[in-house]
Every structure is written in C-alpha cells, then in structure tokens.
C-alpha cells in the first residue's frame, strides 16, 4: 500500500456520463497530481492542486474539472464522457514542492472504461 | 516546455544486463526520475539523479549528464519480474513523462 488512496478501482459507464474519481494523498503530501494514461500512451499530466490552491495545468479538456478540499482529499471530474475518455487515471501525491527528491507516490489508480 | 525521449521496446535475456537511454529537452531541471510500471499498475520509484554521475541502488543504476541531456537506466542480472516498463520524467513543478520503454525479458 502506497498510502495514496484511490477509488473506485474500476468503472464502467455510458458516453455521456459523469464521473468522479477520487484521491486521497499519502499522511502529510500537500500536492495532489492527477494524470491520465491510455493505452499504449505515456502518462498525460492533467492538473495538480497544492494545499487546496489549483498550481499547474497541463492539456485538461475543459470537460474535465478537479478540486482539492480542505482534507486535502481530491476529485476529478470527467463529464459528457466520449469513448476516447476510457484510460487509466493516476493520482499522485509529493510532499515537497517541487517534487524533488523524492518525487511522487501514485495511487493504484482508477480504469474508466466508457463504453 | 519539455521533450522526452525513449525507446519503444527492449528484449533481453534472464542473466544479463539493459541499458534504457533517456533523452530530454526541458526548460527547466530539478532532477530525473526513472520509475518502473508493470502493466495496469501504478509506476513505483527508481531513481532519481540531480547531479551528473553515476548512481547505484543494488541491481539498478542510473546515469545523468546534464549538459548532453541524457540519463540511462542500467539492469543488472536481468530476471524474468523485470519485465515491465520504465519511464523516465523530469520537470520542475510538476514531473513530465516520458512514454516508456517496455522491457522484456526472456529465459
């Protein structure tokens, strides 16, 4: 156990739909990174949240929205889902930022499937 | 922004070494990380080199050269649960990835 909580592990839903996926950081880790990997794809960074404050972007369709609360727990949320949208998606938390030396710890990540 | 580039796919034998070449264009560095990830799995930590050199945990070892851009990851006594992927990232606020190199290791 990486201390990096994610649920569900898998999920299966319509295009259309809304989803949202859940993050719990390691004890401690104030940044929260969200990524998405589809097959075959490397890791896409999509946002990343430090102390409940929105830090970094990267190439996040507007669809998609996150937050990071007050717990430090954080969400994704992936509406109007197409089936391109179907990947894994990793959270990962650091305790420093940047995240140097240690870098992160992933969650075990979340399986959307859109069918 | 950043460039990252890796092999595609590697195969080596049980017993012997790999090395896995990273190369990288960024605009800013505060170190690269190598992590490897076995497939529908979370990537796990390698190494992580900040100064130019040589660095060597155990079967693994990680090489960085600042100024040619380049870092590889070397295996050691390759065995069969080494087969996975290893990705190389570097970044400065966030970590950028690279797209992986799949190893595969044959007895």
């Known amino acids: 156990d990486s201390g990096v909580t994610q649920t569900p592990k898998h999920l299966i839903t319509a295009t259309g739909q809304r989803v949202t996926l859940r993050c719990s950081p390691r004890?401690?880790?104030?940044?929260v990174y969200w990524y998405q990997q589809s097959l075959d794809q490397g890791l896409q960074f999509l946002i990343q949240?430090?102390?409940?404050?929105?830090?970094a972007k990267g190439n996040i369709l507007e669809r998609f929205s996150a937050q990071q609360f007050p717990d430090l727990h954080s969400e994704l949320n992936l509406s109007s889902l197409e089936l391109g949208d179907s990947a894994l998606y990793f959270c990962?938390?650091?305790?420093?930022?940047?995240?140097?030396?240690?870098?992160?710890?992933f969650g075990s990540g979340t399986r959307l499937t859109v069918v | 922004g950043q460039n990252i580039d890796q092999p595609t796919e590697m195969t080596a034998t049980e017993g012997a070494i790999v090395q896995i070449n990273c190369t990288y264009q960024t605009s800013g560095f505060n170190g690269l990380f190598w992590y490897q990830q076995h497939a529908g799995e979370a990537p796990t930590f390698l190494s992580y080199?900040?100064?130019?050199g040589l660095e060597e945990k155990g079967r693994f070892s990680s090489f960085l050269s600042r100024s040619k851009g380049y870092s590889y990851l070397l295996l050691k006594e390759l065995q069969m649960k080494d087969s996975a992927s290893y990705l190389c990232?570097?970044?400065?606020?966030?970590?950028?990835f690279g797209a992986g190199t799949i190893l595969r290791v044959k007895s």
């Open positions: 080199n900040v100064l130019d």
């Open positions: 990232a570097v970044g400065g606020n966030k970590l950028v």
């Open positions: 004890s401690g880790d104030l940044s």
């Open positions: 990962a938390s650091s305790g420093s930022r940047p995240p140097f030396p240690y870098g992160y710890t």
């Open positions: 949240y430090y102390n409940g404050e929105e830090r």
